[in-house]
């Protein structure tokens, strides 16, 4: 029947969307991972005169974001991560500092290795639209 000729029968497992815990389980690894930066020198100057509405509000888009891209069933409105970025001159050694509190964040809420290593490759994607300085 036609409509089933998008279905890949050889890969049945279900979205990192789903496996890493759904929406619920995104939004407190994201609230995690800035709250962790938040708290680390290495990301003051990111913070730094930034209103709690427009932090807030990079936070849920982030949410947005990656609900989307893991398989879930959200609609990311927000820019594209070039133009969000562009001009904070974000650095490779920022950058590694990023992947290593994500890294604390997924660990913090017990995500498993195999689905810590999909959540961090959908964040590595971005990485040369998001990194502007060597
Ligand atoms: C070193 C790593 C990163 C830093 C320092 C950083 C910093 C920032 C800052 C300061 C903004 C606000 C820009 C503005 O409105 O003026 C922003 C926006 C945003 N960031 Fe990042 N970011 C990083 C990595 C990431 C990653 C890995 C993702 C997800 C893949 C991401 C997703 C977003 C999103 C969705 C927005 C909001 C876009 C919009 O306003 O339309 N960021 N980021």
């Given at each position: 029947m036609m409509y089933l000729m998008n279905v890949d029968y050889h890969t049945s497992e279900a979205p990192v969307y789903d496996r890493i815990g759904g929406y619920d389980a995104i939004a407190a690894i994201i609230d995690e991972l800035f709250a962790l930066m938040r708290a680390d020198s290495r990301f003051a100057r990111f913070g730094a005169g930034r209103s709690l509405d427009s932090r807030q509000r990079a936070q849920q888009l982030t949410v947005d974001l990656i609900c989307s891209v893991s398989g879930g069933p959200c609609y990311y409105i927000g820019r594209d991560m070039r133009t969000s970025h562009?001009?904070?001159?974000?650095t490779v050694s920022e950058w590694d500092a990023c992947i290593e509190l994500t890294q604390i964040a997924l660990a913090k809420h017990s995500i498993g290795s195999r689905e810590a290593v999909e959540f961090i490759a959908l964040f590595e994607r971005y990485k040369d639209e998001i990194v502007e300085t060597t």
């Open positions: 562009a001009g904070l001159q974000i």
